[in-house]
T-cell receptor, first 109, second 114 residues
Framework: EDKVVQSPLSLVVHEGDTVTLNCSYE??????LLWYKQEKKAPTFLFML????IEKKSGRLSSILDKKELSSILNITATQTGDSAIYLC?????????FGSGTQLTVLP | DGGITQSPKYLFRKEGQNVTLSCEQN?????MYWYRQDPGQGLRLIYY???????QKGDIAEGYSVSREKKESFPLTVTSAQKNPTAFYLC?????????????FGQGTRLTVV
């Protein structure tokens, strides 16, 4: 059975802190790993990482895929209150898009 | 604007009732998906469809049914057999599936049993 595990489940930080969110996966036929941000309703796409693109960066957010360790991290530097959300990791396999349980990030002013 | 529209946003179901959640997309995507989200459990796949008139069970299909008669539409019926239907339901689509592409999500339907 395909499995995607995220840690920590929740995290509370103060504005300006740097956070690292973790995602590990145990799947057959790995194709790519995706990160999403969910603030209230619809998850919004952040990054996709594949064998040919294992590091992505956009502003204060960056992500790395470690295919040897079957894991990925999402880094957020200089956090802002607007970064408060659930961060979801998902993996495309041959069959479907499997999600982890998410990390609830709360950024306090 | 292209996107995915889910309706209604909120739905209340009485015990023993079947209810249908609507999902429509105008992105010309072949693949569509239904997920259920419970607090602390992320998104779990209920059903998915990669082409019209074909669909496959996901990890938690029991108590749910779907149809895919048109490319744009993928309605989900929550039947009375689903014993714990209170949850947030998300519909998604992708160009094809599965492949290395972004999946787009609708705004969700929150279903409550009363």
């Amino acid at each position: 059975e395909d499995k995607v595990v995220q840690s920590p489940l929740s995290l509370v930080v103060h504005e300006g802190d740097t956070v690292t969110l973790n995602c590990s996966y145990e799947v057959t036929n790995f194709r790519s790993l995706l990160w999403y941000k969910q603030e209230k309703k619809a998850p919004t796409f952040l990054f996709m990482l594949t064998s040919s693109g294992i590091e992505k960066k956009s502003g204060r957010l960056s992500s790395i895929l470690d295919k040897k360790e079957l894991s990925s991290i999402l880094n957020i530097t200089a956090t802002q209150t607007g970064d408060s959300a659930i961060y979801l990791c998902a993996v495309w396999t041959k069959r479907q898009l499997t999600f982890g349980s998410g990390t609830q990030l709360t950024v306090l002013p | 604007d292209g996107g995915i529209t889910q309706s209604p946003k909120y739905l209340f179901r009485k015990e023993g009732q079947n209810v249908t959640l609507s999902c429509e997309q105008n992105l010309n995507h072949d693949a569509m998906y239904w997920y259920r989200q419970d607090p602390g459990q992320g998104l779990r796949l209920i059903y998915y469809s990669q082409i019209v008139n074909d669909f496959q069970k996901g990890d938690i299909a029991e108590g749910y049914s779907v149809s895919r008669e048109k490319k744009e539409s993928f309605p989900l019926t929550v039947t009375s057999a689903q014993k714990n239907p209170t949850a947030f339901y998300l519909c998604a689509s992708s160009i094809q599936g599965p492949m290395n592409t972004e999946a787009f999500f609708g705004q969700g339907t929150r279903l409550t049993v009363v």
